[in-house]
């Protein structure tokens, strides 16, 4: 079945670092790749996400490119912010013959930013 | 952000006793979903609805009943609840298809 692997954790860095949160995955088909982030007490959010091969997702500085070739869809930020620590959770998506999409999640990458 | 409330947000009981965990949303989206989140697991859908009184299982059904018999309220049932359900337990919810699934706050339940 589908899955996906992230990066073990936890990462901490120092703020104004470069960010990078590895996710590969195995899926049949042609899914839609998601970065969710968790802070704190919370739910999750979604950070961004990508449909098809070659999107790149962004939102709030973090990017991530959906590559086939490595199936792999890392995130990425260039300078991070204490604000940012939370966990990080890669998935992927799976249609459902209902007209949704079901969910499979990595572990999750808890990210920790020391001013 | 959409209106999605579980109640209650913790809970103790013992085990083999029935658990109802219930979730609300006020967005009128068609979708809805129960996960469980565990250390090293990350989340797991259990149940999810498509509509109302239309359900089917997740990854992780065993032990667990889902009702939806409006469109904002989504039931969690733990018939005989045991100790490897402990965990915290999030509800979704989704408006259409390429719409993003929304989160609840969670619910962390502990079986003694």
């Known amino acids: 079945g589908d899955s996906v692997t992230q990066m073990e954790g936890p990462v901490t860095l120092s703020e104004e670092a470069f960010l990078t949160i590895n996710c590969t995955y195995t899926a049949t088909g042609y899914p839609s790749l998601f970065w969710y982030v968790q802070y704190p007490g919370e739910g999750l959010q979604l950070l961004l996400k990508?449909?098809?091969?070659?999107d790149k997702g962004s939102n709030k500085g973090f990017e991530a490119t959906y590559r086939k070739e490595t199936t792999s869809f890392h995130l990425e930020k260039g300078s991070v912010q204490v604000s940012d620590s939370a966990v990080y959770f890669c998935?992927?998506?799976?249609?459902?013959?209902?007209?949704?999409?079901?969910?499979?999640f990595g572990t999750g990458t808890r990210l920790t930013i020391i001013p | 952000d959409a209106g999605i409330t579980q109640s209650p947000r913790h809970k103790v009981t013992e085990t083999g006793t029935p658990v109802t965990l219930r979730c609300h949303q006020t967005e009128n989206h068609r979708y809805m979903y129960w996960y469980r989140q565990d250390p090293g697991h990350g989340l797991r859908l259990i149940h999810y609805s498509y509509g109302v009184k239309d359900t089917d299982k997740g990854e992780v059904s065993d032990g667990y009943s889902v009702s939806r018999s409006k469109t904002e309220d989504f039931l969690l049932t733990l018939e005989s609840a045991t100790s490897s359900q402990t965990s915290v337990y999030f509800c979704a919810s989704q408006g259409g298809s390429n719409q993003p699934q929304h989160f609840g706050d969670g619910t962390r339940l502990s079986i003694l």
């Open positions: 998935a992927l998506s799976d249609r459902t013959n209902f007209g949704n999409e079901k969910l499979t």
């Open positions: 990508a449909t098809k091969a070659d």
